[in-house]
């Protein structure tokens, strides 16, 4: 199962002093959480300025720097608050050359064309799936069958409602036939329940300050690494001879 470190998202130092920003502190934050069990990365490159961007000019040097230094694959997002013209975006993207991939919100106006951007310069996608619909989105968009993953993203609720959630988004995936690997993650008060739910289905999973800045135990965590470290010790846990 793989687990993937979300390294920022939209936070910024003022909600957490840890939270990475500049491509050094991405490459040195990724590293932390690769040793820690993270076998992948995610990450919203910033300019300098610190204003998220989807500049090739900053996406792809930013890639560089921490995949040279993490050695992992390195996805980015696309996300329509950063460039809300649908074919402006689809534009910036289709200039990347280095992300491994990079995540698509099917909520999005344009996220189809984005979609066609991403592959026809051969970066992977991450279909994001919020609900039922965004899954039959994937499955008229005509792409399910050549994403990376498709991931399972619940971003409201808590406990076993926003688990059920997960697994309703799950069974309009099998309704679908979209057969691509699956992650399932939570943000905020959805985070842990969604990806003790994951390893335990088998499904891979993240964690990272994107979606929460707390533990298990719901103390806060001092670095991107505790996180990836505590997810890693319940994925062992979990699939643990005997385990339940």
């Known amino acids: 199962m793989l687990l993937q470190a979300c390294l920022n998202g939209a936070r910024n130092v003022v909600e957490h002093p840890a939270v ?4 050094e502190q991405l490459a040195a934050d990724g590293a932390a959480c690769v040793r820690a069990g993270a076998g992948a990365l995610h990450l919203h490159p910033r300019d300098g300025a610190g204003r998220e961007s989807l500049d090739a000019a900053v996406v792809d040097p930013v890639v560089c720097v921490v995949r040279a230094a993490c050695g992992v694959p390195v996805g980015v997002a696309t996300g329509a608050w950063v460039e809300p013209d649908p074919e402006r975006r689809a534009e910036l993207v289709s200039r ?3 992300p491994d991939f990079a995540s698509v919100n ?9 979609m066609e951007a991403l592959l026809a310069a051969n970066i992977g996608v991450e279909a994001g ?13 005509g792409l399910a069958a050549r994403v990376t993953r498709v991931l399972v993203e619940v971003l409201e609720g808590s406990g076993s409602p926003a688990a059920a959630t997960a697994r309703r988004i799950d069974a309009a995936l099998d309704r679908l036939a979209i057969t691509a690997d699956r992650l399932h993650h939570g943000e905020r008060e959805a985070t842990w329940p969604v990806l003790r739910q994951a390893l335990v289905l088998g499904r891979d999973t993240r964690i990272g300050f994107e ?3 707390v533990l298990p135990d719901d103390t806060f965590a001092q670095s991107n690494a505790e996180l990836v470290a505590a997810a890693a010790a319940l994925r062992d846990e979990l699939t643990a001879p005997g385990a339940r």
């Open 20 to 23: 990475p920003v500049t491509a």
């Open 96 to 98: 990347w050359t280095k």
């Open 106 to 114: 099917l909520s999005e106006a344009g996220a189809v064309e984005v």
């Open 129 to 141: 799936v919020w609900s039922v619909e965004d899954a039959e989105r994937l499955a008229r968009s």
């Open 211 to 213: 979606d929460t800045p």
